[in-house]
């Protein structure tokens, strides 16, 4: 193909050829080519910091690039800022929303391109426009709702809105389901197929092998700020995706041997614990995990497992009930304590609970350990210590790029998860209260986190996982309970039972009921 020949390029929506982007100690973008035809569903894959948001903000207009050339329809443009690429009809949904949490939908949809009358917002006008793009699209939302009371798929669809209100030709979907539930998701690729049908261009950004084969055209493969494949969806299969993502053969399925269960670590006893309005978001549950035995919570997100977590490692106040942690009443434990007790805590929103995005990779390492002996002299940081235990960690836990000096925010979401993960598994813990764990994590991560997972149920650790993912829950687990609206549905090992069974609960059906339909 003559790359000076614009001719050739007028198939395709967007074409980004040789570019290259540089940050400190990180070649993130090594002369990357990209080619996406007009109309398809073109997916971007590869582990976490292999460059595909890196690549996407600089066709957004959110990063420069250091050399290369972006052509629009056939048609080279420069694209400088964000209302650059928004006139070159290219729309982007971030994985972390951009909305204004107290806002209307409306407001959201329109804020920075309002309809007016003279001096007046013309909010009757701007509903009417925002009520024929859902219906054109399917995107059904209700146009006078606050963005806060909304579930995170909804909050989503209002992105997609707003990113074609502003005319968006090509949309670019940053891990659009990383925060979805799988009816969330099904919804997503019905929407996608409708934007597609319509003949929009969409650029998917995801590490989910199962949704590239399910929603794509074709897939670009990226591996540490290179192209190592272009292929057609229909060409290929998850298993050579993830070789070509990792650059070794992955292992698919969870490993695990038989649990050797041991006397109980974690008791829970009529807890009832309220969500932030001060509504009740647990109501009343009793379970229990042993050691050496990893109990998984299935449920759609918003249900009460973030309060539940957030009750048992001491994040949030319990209104009634305890939480017996080896055998001593901990209700009212500060979250400090139950660590130095042996309970360990990988939070869902790492950002939120689980690093300083602005310190550096070695303190992040060890905090709620920086009193350890290990690590502190009276007063002071044994920094060189500490240094040592991070540099160890990060190559033990492969985090890249391997520089302990790096501030938290400067790594990418799965890098950031993989130290928390490292820190915490790092100070052998007794119990493991796990939310998410793998959330945004890239087919390489989720294979080792996954693996360190069971390693620590095989050690005697109890572990208590919570996740979205039913796939996960269901091949991790070896109990599963399944919550709904604070309550416990029913408990079932995953050998016993369906994902059909287990969605079921999740709607609120009590497995006792679903078992009777059946006899």
């Not at 204004?100 to 804020?111: A, F, G, P, Y």
């Not at 990113?163 to 799988?182: C, F, K, N, S």
């Not at 360190?452 to 919570?466: A, E, F, K, T, W």
């Amino acid at each position: 193909m003559g790359k000076t020949d614009k001719k050739d390029y007028s198939e395709y929506a967007v074409v980004m050829e040789k570019i290259v982007k540089r940050f400190p100690g990180v070649l993130a973008n090594d002369h990357v080519d990209l080619f996406v035809k007009k109309g398809e569903i073109h997916a971007i894959v590869g582990e976490n910091g292999a460059g595909k948001t890196t690549l996407m903000n600089q066709l957004y207009g959110l990063l420069n690039s250091d050399s290369g050339k972006i052509y629009i329809n056939g048609e080279e443009v420069k694209i400088k800022n964000p209302n650059d690429a928004i006139k070159a009809k290219i729309g982007m949904v971030h994985q972390h929303f951009m909305l204004v949490d107290r806002l209307s939908v409306v407001e959201n949809i329109v804020l920075g391109m309002e309809p007016v009358y003279g001096p007046f917002f013309a909010r009757d006008k701007a509903r009417k426009q925002i009520s024929e793009l859902s219906q054109k699209f399917g995107l059904f939302v209700e146009p006078d709702a606050i963005i806060e009371d909304l579930p995170v798929g909804i909050q989503q669809r209002v992105e997609i809105i707003k990113v074609l209100y502003r005319g968006a030709e090509i949309l670019i979907l940053d891990e659009p389901t990383a925060v979805l539930t799988p009816q969330e998701t099904d919804e997503l690729f019905k929407i996608l197929g409708a934007l597609k049908a319509q003949g929009k261009t969409i650029i998917f950004i995801t590490h989910k092998l199962h949704e590239v084969m399910a929603i794509t055209d074709s897939v670009t493969v990226m591996q540490l700020g290179k192209v190592t494949g272009v292929v057609k969806t229909s060409d290929t299969n998850p298993r050579a995706l993830a070789r070509m993502m990792v650059g070794r053969e992955v292992l698919l399925r969870v490993e695990k041997g038989e649990a050797k269960i041991g006397k109980k670590i974690l008791r829970v006893e009529n807890l009832h614990v309220n969500e932030n309005r001060g509504l009740e978001a647990v109501k009343g549950l009793d379970f229990s995990v042993n050691q050496g035995e990893i109990v998984g919570i299935a449920g759609v997100a918003g249900n009460g497992q973030t309060e539940l977590i957030e009750a048992i490692t001491g994040l949030r106040k319990v209104e009634e009930g305890q939480v017996i942690f080896k055998g001593i009443d901990a209700t009212n434990f500060s979250p400090k304590r139950r660590r130095d007790m042996g309970m360990g805590h990988i939070p869902e929103d790492r950002l939120k609970h689980g690093l300083v995005a602005a310190f550096p990779l070695y303190y992040n390492f060890i905090l709620g350990k920086h009193d350890d002996p290990r690590f502190c002299d009276g007063e002071f940081l044994k920094i060189s210590d500490i240094k040592k235990f991070s540099n160890a960690l990060v190559k033990r836990f492969d985090v890249r790029p391997p520089l302990i000096n790096l501030l938290g925010a400067n790594l990418s979401g799965g890098n950031q998860q993989k130290v928390i993960v490292a820190r915490e598994f790092s100070f052998n813990p007794d119990f493991m209260a796990i939310s998410q764990p793998t959330r945004g994590l890239d087919i390489g991560a989720i294979e080792f986190i996954h693996k360190s997972i069971i390693s620590m149920r095989d050690q005697g650790v109890g572990v208590l996982l919570v996740s979205m993912e039913l796939e996960e829950i269901f091949s991790l687990s070896d109990r599963i309970l399944v919550m709904y609206e604070g309550q416990i549905m029913g408990e079932v090992t995953p050998q016993e039972t369906t994902t059909e069974e287990v969605g079921l609960m999740m709607a609120g059906h009590k497995l006792e009921d679903l078992r009777a339909q059946e006899a």
